[in-house]
C-alpha cells in the first residue's frame, strides 16, 4: 500500500491508503476496477457517513463525467452512476468525448404537481492533452473550465494518455487542473501529490478547440513536525487533512505511553492538519480535529506543532424522523466556535453514538430512502460527563410529483439524461434532493416534498 498525499488550490489536501498507480474512474477503493465495494464507498461518502477527500471526489465525482457542469462532491447521482457502472450497466465514460449536448438548469418553486418538458443545447467540443513539463503525458488529469464573468464550470477528466475533451457554449474560459506530482514522503517513501494549477493558458472556444497544456514544476515543499498525545481513551491512527496529509500510525503506536510524533510535507500556504482519533470506548465511530489557526508553511521551512486533544466522551443519540425518511440516518456534530480545535463526529443507525469534547455543536441529520434524501440542522449541547441526546424531526411536507420529457437540439427524445432536483431554500427545516434517469423516450418522473429547487438537467453519458 502506498499513501497518496493529495494537496489542491492554495493548498488544500487529505491522505487515502490506496494501491500504487493512477486512479480509474469509479474506482474509490483503489484496487483498479469498479466493484459494489466502490459503490458502497460512493453511498457512504453521499450520506455523509465518511469524509472524502480530493482524491475521492477526482475518482467519483461521475455524475457528469460525460462532459457536462459538475459540482466537485460526491453526491447521490454519483453514487447510482458507480452502482451501475458496478453491475457492468454503465461505463462512465472515462476519458468523455463528450455528448456534444449542454446541462440545463432550473429555479422552480413546486407548491404543486407539474409538467415541464426541457430541450437541451449543443455546444463545442474542447479537447486536449495534459502533459508534464518534460512533455510526458498526465493520466486522469481533472480540468475545470469557468466562464470568464460567471458562475460555475465545466469538468473534463482526462484518460490514461492525458486526453481530455468536454462540451462546453462559445465564450471565454478560465482554465484550471488537478494533476499529480511524485514527491518524497518523511520517511523516504514515495508519496503522490495531487495540486491544483491554475497558472494555465485561458481559452476562448467559438467552434471546436484544441487545447493542451503544460503542468508546471512543483514548487519546494515545506514540513509541519511535532508529537502527538499519548493513547488513553484517544488514540491518533492517522493524519490526514483538507490541506496537508502525512504519514501513518503503525500499531506498535498503540501502546506508547510517551505519545508519538508526526511528519507532514506540504506546499507552501496557510494549512490545517486534520487529525482522526478513536475512542476506544466507542470503536464504531471516529472523530476528527482540525488545527486551528492555520499553519503558515514556507517553501524549504519546518514548522513545529506538537499536538493535544480534549477529553473525549460518549454520546448516544435516538433519532425520531417521520416514517417516509426511514429508520436509520446519519448524525454528524461540529464545533460551533468559530474559533479553537475544530471537531467533527459522525454515527449512523437508529440510535448512533459519537464521542466528541463537551461543548457547543451544530448538527447535521440526514436519510436516504427510497430515492429521497433530506438533511435537517438543529444543535446540541454536549454535557462534560456525554450521555444520550434525543432529536425529533417535524413532519414532511406535502409530497409532490415532476414529470416532464428531456429532448436534444433537433427534438429527439434524449435517453439516459439525469434530472436532478436539490433545495434551494429549507422547507421545515428540511433540505431535500432526488434524481431520476430519462427513459427510451426521453420522459422523467420524481416525487419530492414540496418547496423551492434547482432542477438540473445533466446530458447522458458518453
Known amino acids: ?30 484496487n483498479g476496477s469498479v466493484q459494489p465495494h466502490d459503490a458502497s464507498l460512493a453511498l457512504r461518502f453521499a450520506a455523509g457517513l465518511a469524509k472524502s477527500t480530493s482524491a475521492d471526489v477526482t475518482t467519483g465525482d461521475v455524475a457528469s463525467a460525460s462532459g ?48 415541464r418538458n426541457y430541450q437541451l443545447s449543443a455546444g463545442f467540443r474542447l479537447s486536449g492533452v495534459v502533459r508534464d513539463a518534460a512533455a510526458q503525458p498526465i493520466g486522469y488529469a481533472s480540468m475545470r473550465f469557468a466562464p470568464s464573468g460567471g458562475a460555475g464550470f465545466y469538468f473534463a477528466l482526462a484518460d490514461e494518455s492525458g486526453k481530455y475533451a468536454t462540451v462546453v457554449p462559445a465564450g471565454a474560459y478560465t482554465a484550471k487542473a488537478d494533476t499529480t506530482y511524485d514527491i518524497t514522503g518523511p520517511t523516504g517513501e514515495p508519496e503522490s501529490v495531487s495540486a491544483a494549477i491554475s497558472a494555465l493558458p485561458n481559452v476562448t472556444v467559438t467552434k471546436d ?13 515545506g514540513t509541519i513536525v511535532g508529537t502527538l498525545p499519548p493513547p488513553a481513551t484517544t488514540f491518533v491512527s492517522r493524519v490526514n487533512g483538507d490541506v496537508v496529509s502525512g ?6 503506536s498503540q501502546g506508547s505511553s510517551t505519545g508519538v510524533t508526526y511528519s507532514l510535507p506540504t506546499l507552501p500556504g496557510d494549512v490545517e492538519p486534520e487529525f482522526t482519533v478513536i475512542d476506544f470506548t466507542n470503536p464504531t465511530g471516529s472523530t476528527s480535529v482540525t488545527l486551528r489557526p492555520a499553519i503558515p508553511v514556507t517553501a524549504g521551512a519546518t514548522v513545529t506543532r506538537n499536538v493535544t486533544f480534549l477529553p473525549l466522551v460518549k454520546v448516544t443519540n435516538t433519532i425520531s424522523a417521520p416514517a417516509a425518511l426511514g429508520s436509520s440516518g446519519t448524525i454528524t456534530y461540529s464545533t460551533q466556535a468559530a474559533t479553537g480545535d475544530l471537531y467533527r463526529a459522525s454515527g449512523v443507525g437508529a ?17 436516504f430512502n427510497a430515492g429521497l434524501s433530506a438533511t435537517y440542522l438543529t444543535t446540541a449541547n454536549v454535557p462534560a460527563a456525554g450521555g444520550p441526546q434525543t432529536f425529533t424531526l417535524p413532519a414532511l411536507p406535502a409530497s409532490v410529483t415532476f414529470t416532464g420529457k428531456v429532448t436534444g437540439p433537433t427534438g429527439q427524445a434524449v435517453s439516459g439524461a439525469y434530472v436532478s432536483v436539490t433545495s434551494q431554500a429549507p422547507a421545515s427545516g428540511y433540505s431535500f434532493g432526488s434524481f ?9 418522473s420524481l416525487t419530492f416534498p414540496t418547496g423551492q429547487y434547482l432542477v438540473t438537467i445533466s446530458p447522458p453519458p458518453a
Do not use: E
Not at 491522505?15 to 474512474?25: H, R, S
Not at 504519514?247 to 506498535?252: G, P
Not at 434517469?437 to 420522459?443: I, L, R, V
Open 1 to 30: 500500500m502506498t499513501f497518496r498525499n493529495v494537496l489542491t488550490a492554495g493548498i488544500a489536501a487529505a491522505v487515502v491508503a490506496c494501491p500504487a498507480g493512477a486512479a480509474t474512474l469509479g474506482d474509490l477503493d483503489g
Open 68 to 115: 457536462g457542469a459538475t459540482d466537485q462532491r460526491i453526491t447521490i447521482l454519483d453514487a447510482v452512476r458507480i452502482v451501475r457502472a458496478a453491475s457492468g450497466l454503465d461505463s462512465l465514460g472515462g476519458g468523455a468525448t463528450g455528448s456534444g449536448l449542454l446541462p440545463k438548469f432550473d429555479s422552480i418553486t413546486f407548491a404543486a404537481s407539474l409538467n
Open 209 to 221: 478547440t484544441v487545447q493542451d497544456y503544460v503542468q508546471p514544476a512543483l514548487p519546494p515543499t
Open 247 to 252: 504519514v501513518y500510525q503503525d500499531a506498535s
Open 351 to 367: 440510535t448512533p453514538a459519537v464521542s466528541l469534547p463537551a461543548g457547543a455543536y451544530d448538527v447535521q441529520i440526514s436519510f
Open 436 to 444: 431520476a434517469q430519462t427513459s427510451a423516450t426521453g420522459d422523467f
